[in-house]
């Protein structure tokens, strides 16, 4: 039997949560759908040790209840995932949000039919559910992948990806270790298990330049300043170029002396967390020059701090500059390489081999070695952006499938439809800015703007909308414009072009890069024209 509502949504996390919210308030009958078996979504999968915030938790936090504000407590600027899963369950809880959740029900297919102009969602568990309009809020870091490496199911130990750590947890106390990965997943779970590991093998592709986070306490008084200061710090960041409390600094950075930029650089790298790249110079992502300096700067920093020269350059990206990356925050990442049981693997020099039942085989040349390992962790990523959509079977007007339409990159209006899909919306799907996105800020935006059009349509008398072609082409064109004059378009293999997804989005440029701000305007003067670009049946 097919349960028929409004809305359906697919996912639990950030998004999800707060459309279901949402389309409560407008008195839409709603049904949330989701794979795991509590709220969270990244929150709840994403449980490996040293997961945490690299946004500030005041500024992660939800700013539509100021009762919700005065009520939670953050106990550190950035937020392990064990108190950020507490905060989503407290919201679920306040918000009674779990009676209109389906938990385990990973979606299998989302099918339109046109005579009736509804969706029938369909689950792997056996749900049906029907709805005028379907919302995906499925995040753009969900769809985990493993590598392609040959005898993977071999292994004889204890293995996982990171973004399936079992919540029972893993005994890594005096075991033999090997992490697979460099990313900023990768430099978390290292910095964090690497002094209780018996012995820490790394197979590191390529090092990413980091920025140091300077975690602490939240003592009594910076909480009460925070909660008052609360809505400043919300509208602080919807006017920043990627949604958190850091602003460009907009002067050239020619009009310094090359003394007075280091200085700059040090004070950034000090004040910790996304300082160093969101509110350093504009010219670091756009000279090539500036980016160059930065560059030298966390480089003898990296120098400094790693004790064997021949590791320190092994942990220098030589392959891309600082700030084309979205760079992972660390804590004593590059001190964990100083303890003598840490092995770092350079797999541009020794590749991997195969997985074998007693751990990892690298080969140099001829010549193998067995890596022997008790624990093998993946912190290999995701299928960004697009992933979750394309792993659901998709299908719109005259049967059309998303990843037929998507066979050569995604096209989309506004990042929220796409044209043969009615009434079907992504939330943090391609072509906005959510990559670089302090994530709360931007999904909020996201939503209301989801919600505001639903309700527009239901007050004129519409049952439907989707983009007009040329609206979406033009669209998708400007995503791929809005990264010309950019560094980040130079680095074609980052995920910012899809390079880690299998299918036809490799070297799709998948990011609105003008900024949130200017999002968050485009956004209103649709909305503010009855939305053009957009056909409403």
């Known amino acids: 039997?097919?349960?028929?509502?409004?809305?359906?949504?697919?996912?639990?996390?950030?998004?999800?949560?707060?459309?279901?919210?949402?389309?409560?308030?407008?008195?839409?009958?709603?049904?949330?759908?989701?794979?795991?078996?509590?709220?969270?979504?990244?929150?709840?999968?994403?449980?490996?040790?040293?997961?945490?915030?690299?946004?500030?938790?005041?500024?992660?936090?939800?700013?539509?209840?100021?009762?919700?504000?005065?009520?939670?407590?953050?106990?550190?600027?950035?937020?392990?995932?064990?108190?950020?899963?507490?905060?989503?369950?407290?919201?679920?809880?306040?918000?009674?949000?779990?009676?209109?959740?389906?938990?385990?029900?990973?979606?299998?297919?989302?099918?339109?039919?046109?005579?009736?102009?509804?969706?029938?969602?369909?689950?792997?568990?056996?749900?049906?559910?029907?709805?005028?309009?379907?919302?995906?809020?499925?995040?753009?870091?969900?769809?985990?992948?493993?590598?392609?490496?040959?005898?993977?199911?071999?292994f004889a130990g204890v293995s996982t990806h990171t973004a399936r750590w079992p919540k029972a947890g893993i005994e890594l106390r005096g075991k033999r270790v090997g992490v697979i990965g460099s990313g900023a997943t990768a430099v978390q779970v290292i910095q964090t298990i690497a002094p209780e590991v018996g012995h820490l093998s790394v197979f590191q592709h390529s090092p990413n330049w980091c920025t140091a986070l300077r975690n602490r306490p939240i003592d009594a008084d910076t909480q009460r300043e925070l909660k008052a200061r609360a809505y400043e710090i919300f509208d602080q960041c919807n006017q920043t170029y990627a949604g958190f409390i850091h602003q460009l600094d907009m002067r050239p950075a020619s009009d310094f002396s090359r003394e007075e930029r280091f200085r700059f650089y040090e004070a950034l790298h000090a004040h910790g967390g996304f300082a160093l790249w969101l509110a350093n110079y504009a010219d670091v992502f756009r000279k090539r020059e500036i980016a160059q300096e930065v560059s030298e700067f966390l480089a003898a920093k990296i120098r400094e701090r790693v004790k064997d020269p021949a590791i320190a350059e092994k942990l220098i990206p030589k392959d891309h500059l600082f700030s084309t990356k979205r760079p992972p925050g660390e804590t004593n990442y590059f001190e964990a390489y100083n303890h003598p049981h840490v092995e770092l693997v350079d797999l541009r020099e020794t590749p991997i081999d195969r997985i074998a039942p007693q751990g990892v085989i690298t080969r140099h040349g001829e010549e193998t070695r067995l890596h022997e390992l008790d624990v093998l962790i993946y912190a290999t990523g995701f299928r960004a952006v697009t992933g979750e959509l394309m792993r659901m079977d998709i299908v719109g007007e005259g049967g059309l499938t998303l990843k037929d339409k998507w066979a050569d990159g995604p096209k989309t209006n506004l990042g929220v439809q796409f044209a043969g899909f009615p009434n079907f919306f992504a939330i943090l799907g391609p072509h906005n800015p959510a990559a670089f996105c302090n994530i709360t800020r931007c999904a909020e935006n996201n939503v209301d703007w989801v919600v505001n059009c639903i309700q527009y349509l239901q007050q004129h008398g519409y049952t439907s909308i989707q983009p007009e072609p040329a609206a979406e082409e033009a669209w998708t064109q400007r995503c791929y414009d809005s990264v010309k004059g950019l560094l980040f378009g130079e680095i074609t293999d980052s995920w910012f072009f899809g390079y880690h997804n299998p299918g036809g989005d490799h070297g799709r440029y998948l990011i609105f890069t003008e900024g949130v701000p200017a999002y968050r305007r485009i956004f209103a003067d649709v909305a503010a024209s009855g939305y053009a670009g957009f056909t409403m049946r």
């Open 1 to 154: 039997m097919v349960r028929q509502f409004d809305v359906v949504i697919i996912g639990a996390g950030i998004s999800g949560l707060y459309a279901l919210h949402r389309f409560r308030q407008l008195g839409m009958s709603v049904r949330v759908v989701d794979a795991a078996q509590d709220v969270g979504g990244t929150w709840y999968w994403n449980r490996y040790p040293g997961a945490r915030f690299d946004s500030e938790s005041y500024s992660y936090q939800y700013s539509f209840s100021r009762e919700l504000i005065d009520e939670w407590n953050w106990s550190e600027h950035f937020a392990g995932q064990p108190e950020i899963e507490r905060y989503l369950q407290y919201v679920a809880d306040k918000f009674d949000l779990r009676r209109d959740i389906d938990f385990g029900a990973r979606v299998r297919s989302v099918v339109y039919d046109q005579d009736s102009a509804r969706w029938t969602v369909h689950t792997e568990n056996g749900l049906e559910l029907g709805a005028r309009y379907v919302v995906a809020a499925t995040g753009f870091l969900s769809a985990h992948q493993m590598p392609d490496i040959a005898g993977l199911d071999s």
